[in-house]
C-alpha cells in the first residue's frame, strides 16, 4: 500500500472522546491519493471534523493511527508533526481571520509556518514575500481589496482570503470543514469553482467537508459519507443516488411524511 500517489493513510481508526458513551469514529480505514477532491458528507455529530482534525494531527486516535507518505504521526517529533502540518493549507466555516488586519497582512500569515516567531511578531515580510502573497491575492480576485480590513468584507471575500492564506502555504494538502456552511449558494458555488481551480493546478490533495450534496456531486472525484462514526459510503459522486442520500442523512421519505403530518 505504499503506492507513490499514495499520501494519506487511515488504518483501523478509532476516535472516543472523553466522557463520551460512544465513538466519534470507529474502525476508520481510508486512503487518499494526490489529485483526489474529496467531499465528506454526513449529518451533524457523524464525526467529519474530528476525521478532518485526525489528519494533521490535532485530534489523536483512541485507536489505530494516520500515515503520511507512509509515515506514522503517532511516531513522529514535534518537529515532524509540525511539517506535516505545514504541508497543510486549511481552510474553515468561520474563515479563523484577523480581523483587523487587511487582506494582504492576513494572507501573509500563512508564511507564519515557515518562519521564527521574532519575524513573524516583527511583521517583516520580504518584498518577494509580499510578491507571493499579492500573486495568490490576484489568483482569488481579491487584488482590488489588497489594504482593507478583512472585517470590512463580505463571507464570500473572507472566505477567498483564507483560501489565499492556505495556498500562500504551498501545501500539499487542503483541508477544509465546511468553508462554505456560512455563505449563499451562489457564492458557494464561486468558491467550490476557485478551490477546484486551485486543487488542479496545483496538483493538491482536497479533503473537504460538506453539507451541500449538490456541491459535493458538482465537484468531487470522491464523496465519502459518514454515519454515528463509521463510513457508508465511499466512492464515485455519481455513485451517490437517492438511496445513499436516505440513508446518509435519515432523510426516508415516510419518516419524512409522518414527521410533517405532526
Ligand atoms: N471535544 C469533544 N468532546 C466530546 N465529544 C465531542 C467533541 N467533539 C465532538 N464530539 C462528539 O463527537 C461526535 C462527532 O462530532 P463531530 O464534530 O466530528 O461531527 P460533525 O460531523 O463534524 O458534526 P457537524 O456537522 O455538526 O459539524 C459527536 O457526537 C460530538 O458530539
Ligand atoms: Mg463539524
Not at 487542503?174 to 451562489?186: H, I, K, Q
Amino acid at each position: 500500500m505504499k503506492g507513490q500517489s499514495v499520501m494519506i493513510e487511515l488504518k483501523n481508526l478509532s476516535v472516543k472522546y472523553k466522557g463520551s458513551e460512544s465513538n466519534a469514529l470507529t474502525d476508520i480505514n481510508l486512503t487518499f491519493h494526490k489529485g483526489d477532491f474529496v467531499c465528506i458528507l454526513g449529518k451533524s455529530g457523524s464525526g467529519k471534523s474530528t476525521l478532518i482534525r485526525c489528519l494533521n494531527g490535532l485530534q489523536q486516535p483512541t485507536e489505530g493511527d494516520v500515515y503520511w507518505n507512509g509515515s506514522s504521526l503517532s511516531t513522529m517529533s514535534e518537529e515532524e508533526i509540525r511539517k506535516v502540518r505545514r504541508k497543510t493549507g486549511m481552510i474553515f466555516q468561520h474563515f479563523n481571520l484577523i480581523p483587523r488586519l487587511s487582506v494582504l497582512q492576513n494572507v501573509l500569515t500563512g508564511m507564519f509556518g515557515y518562519r521564527s516567531t521574532i519575524k513573524n511578531l516583527l511583521g517583516m515580510f520580504t518584498e518577494q514575500e509580499k510578491k507571493q502573497a499579492k500573486q495568490v491575492i490576484f489568483d482569488v480576485g481579491l487584488e482590488d481589496q489588497l489594504n482593507r480590513r478583512v472585517e470590512k468584507l463580505s463571507g464570500g471575500q473572507k472566505q477567498r482570503v483564507g483560501i489565499a492564506r492556505a495556498i500562500l502555504q504551498q501545501p500539499e494538502a487542503l483541508l477544509g470543514d465546511e468553508p462554505v456552511s456560512s455563505l449563499d449558494p451562489g457564492t458557494s458555488n464561486h468558491i467550490f469553482t476557485l478551490l477546484q481551480e486551485m486543487h488542479r493546478r496545483l496538483q493538491l490533495l482536497s479533503i473537504i467537508n460538506v453539507h451541500d450534496v449538490t456541491l459535493a456531486k458538482r465537484y468531487a472525484t470522491r464523496i465519502i459519507a459518514l454515519k454515528a462514526g463509521e463510513i457508508i459510503f465511499d466512492g464515485k459522486p455519481s455513485e451517490f443516488d437517492d438511496e445513499k442520500f436516505f440513508d446518509t442523512y435519515d432523510a426516508d421519505d415516510q419518516k419524512q411524511r409522518e414527521f410533517s403530518h405532526v
